[in-house]
């Protein structure tokens, strides 16, 4: 019985079987079409964009060639292209605008060190609103994490940015994205905040999460909230209260694969296609200098902008090889085989304005487009190449990038503008800090803004202030100071300065340094303490004409800063941090003291106590065992003992 | 043919009992989620191979399947950025640089000076500031297994975080009871490679608890190889078996605790690794070394057919609502409005009440103006 029931159940089993398989192999052929039935907008964004591509190549060839031929103001020559940041402009095809944009670009520029300069800036546009009540809950090219963070926390701007090296204006020129060495974190909340100060701190712990750096670190000693200086780079409609930012600096704070690995899933392809295939770690850190920072702002009433910029110098020197030869391999251990599917553009700059006839060096492969940007007050020439492009990957269907360089004569542009900063004077009781400022220009002074945060360990003298230039004293048309409560906030200082022409300026003060507390100590004091770097903004004249229409599209590098008249540009020097030693006491004392207390009790009073209390006795020794016996015989007799 | 039934049957009834053995495989170990807190307590540039150690761990933890979000990982220091590296972005394992345990995708939990021993203990309790992100909290239940691995300088009964501070048994074994009052832990494996190590978990007193350590009391712990290029010693000799061994591990295989224990016998690491598993309810033969290393998941697989709901549509946003906010004029600000600064009207101050010291000199004055001209005067003042 039992076997007759399990040759049933057995072919039960089969017809099952049999059953599933021909069920299977139907739903294989469904699917296919099944998924094309949800309809969202991603489809036919990928139509629109591969059609918008496909058909104005020919005629974008042609505009960059117009740029070249016609030398006049740059306000005409660019014409209008596919999305443009304002919403006020209409879609130029038919069909449901994008809701978010992707746009990559890659600046190289070689230094006159022989060193090279290479900029990745991503753009995300986002058309939402979050200072409306509804719940944004589709996030498509912009970071779940990053608009989470926004609409919690009201934030109208944020600006990070992680640096490991100091950027060396002298011999490198101007940065298209400054920043300080260490973290830097400055934001802009909105209106409606009441508690700015907690918000802050919430806002600092969620950072440190979402980058794996420790900016909980930021409190109330490291905070400052400037009064002129970090004006919001979005856009605004109403004069800005100041009373809404907040910027605090970590010089301390290291840069490592652990900050670039959460960087880098920020991204819409992350590191699987298009220039970020690039990002190596190995190599991005064996450099001179190395700068990560994100940017959110809003451009327009209805959308939003995320910038992510990654800044790399390479030396000429650690990677090997004599010869002056950067390729794309060389600097990143990679080449590029694709752009990334979910941009509207992605592009490679290469700075030739030195190389007009290819007599310094020799760019290959070569590519007809060109391109001319007035940028950083210079109008600068760049050979692109297209990413989106097929023909730009060659038979190979790689793109390996190789500058080669013939001569190396010719010298840079020098910079108008530099800072530096050091400390003065010996002994871990006192000292002296000294900024200098240079204006490099033959003729022209320009206003200069000087921030200065200083830890409440150091404590500045305040009257000893003196600004010189050229030997004579330089009064500041603004001082804005606020001194430091021990523990609880750091100094600031803003000076609004004016530069003559062709000259030194220097801002020195006088500071005594604090004993700290016990704990307060880090575990390694001998180190030193980090003060933050001093920020000079200044409008700053420029050589030819800046462009100042916002509306035009123009490549991101060149569109950071926003622009209000033709004649000056703004540029932001960071100094170099200071590394100060404060009087550090010696760890080990507590031990020591214990040790020599305990023996100093012990021996001294120890002995002492001896002396005073004890009492003496004279004690006869005993007798020998014949005495004792003899003494035992006399007491029994009754007779003294001996 | 009635034969090949048979025989075809029998295969079919062999094989279900196989699955049901396997189906009890399955819950046998009772646990449903893996977590690793992974501590290298020392910091500077020569203690590069405890850094190491902890990235051994963590390689091998990430490869066997527990995912970032799982893993608390505690670096006191930073090697691979550190200046002193000859080849940066990266931690050796090996001489000779064949392994990189630092990796391209690390994720660092808690660095620097925020590795003390009151947020090791606080990690461990689950009793963090409300604003600490969730990448930095230990969101064990109970029905997580726990890997907990601690490496640095040690001596007989404490651990020391950072040459500043340190942490005694005592201390850690409060903590386990803590965390088993809390539910916090189904299971915790607890392994610490420091000199003199086995005194770490001589004061344990919660159940389910295993421990591991390199060195008995009165033993140190040694270092394995120097490599010649970096210029320090690059691993110590437990943790460097130990990453061996579980180099041959796999999702899927069935090695047990037994064979964890014979992890660096006293010849290749010249001090005694010990073991404690009187406080673990299971049998240690047969607890998988994938239930502490790895994150193997139970799949259930089902032949029912799901129908999907209709497609989601995209509600288009209403354009008339931004009508009035094109009202408001909108446009980038200034960036060094130098007019608008000079002309900065300063800040209204506060009104506090008078300081004392102002109260004093006020008082001082009526006082020697009554003496001189005489107290008849108050009474036209008051």
Redesign the interface.
Known sequence: MA?HR??S??LL?FLCVLS?FT?ARS?ETTPPG?HG?????GPQTVTETTGQTAGQPAAEERRWEATEVKEATPDESAAEEQEAPA?DTAAPSAGPRPKDDFQEELVIRPLHSGDIYASFQFRTLWET?FT?ENKVS?YRLFPKSLGQVISKFSVRELHISFT?GYWRTMQWGQPYQPSPPGAELWVWFQDSVTDVDGTW??LT??L???F???L??IDSTNTVQP??SF???????EV?DHRFLRYATLP?E?????NL??WKKLLPCGSKAGLAVLM???K???SSFHSQAVHIRPV???SWELRQTLNVVFDLHTSGQGKREWSLFKMFSRTLTEACPLASSSKIYVDVTDNPQGEQFELSPATPLLSQEVVLGDRRTFSVYDLTQQITFGTVRSLNLLIRWKSSEGDMLRPLLHGERYVAGYGLQTGEIHTLMYNYHPYRSF?V?LLDSVPWYLRLYIHTLTVTSKGKDNKP??IHYQPSKDRLRPHLLEM?VQLPPNSVTEVTVQFERALLKWTEY???PNHGFYVGSSVI???VPSIVAMDTN?TQERPLFSSF??C?EESSY?VRVYTEPLLVNLPTPD?SMPYNVICLTCTVVAVGYGSLYNLLTRSFQIEEPSPGLAKRLANIIRRMRGVPPL | MLIL??L??SC??VSSSNIEDNVGNFFSSGHTNNWAVLVCTS??WFNYRHVANTLSVYRSVKRLGIPDSHIVLMLAD?M??NHRNP????VFSHKNMELNV?????????????VTVENFLRVLTGRL?P??????RLLSDDRSNILIYLTGHGGNGFLKF???EEISNVELADAFQQMWQKRRYNELLFIIDTCQGASMYERFYSPNLMALASSQVGEDSLSHQPDLAIGVHLMDRYTFYLLEFLEDIHPASKTNMNDLFKVCPKSHCVSTPGHRTDLFLRDPGSVLVTDFFGSVRKVEIT?E?IN?TS??M?TEEKSA??GD??K???????????SE??H?KP?QKDWHPPDGFILGLWTLILLVFFKTYGMKHLKHIF
């Open positions: 076997a399990c040759v159940s057995a089993v599933v069920v739903q099944g039935a949800p309809a969202t907008d919403a609103d409306r589709h490991q701190k919430e712990n969620v440190s999460g979402i794996c750096a420790s909980n670190f009064s002129a004006k919001p780079l979005g856009i605004v409609n800005t301390r290291i840069v490592c694969t652990e690995t959460p190596k770690s190995e991005l850190f064996h327009s009433p209805t206003p803004l048309s603004y609004l880090t575990p390694d903004s200044s409008l916002i800063f926003p209000k703004f760890f | 039934m048979t075809f049957s079919l009834f910091r500077f930073d691979a950025c080849k940066p972005a990266t630092y990796g391209d995708d690390v994720e660092v939990d808690y660095r620097g000076y925020e500031p604003s600490t992100p969730r990448s930095k950072q040459d500043s032949v057919t999907l497609p989601i995209q609502a931004y906010l094109q408001e004029t909108y446009s980038f600000s200034d960036q060094l409005p130098v600064i000079i900065q800040k």
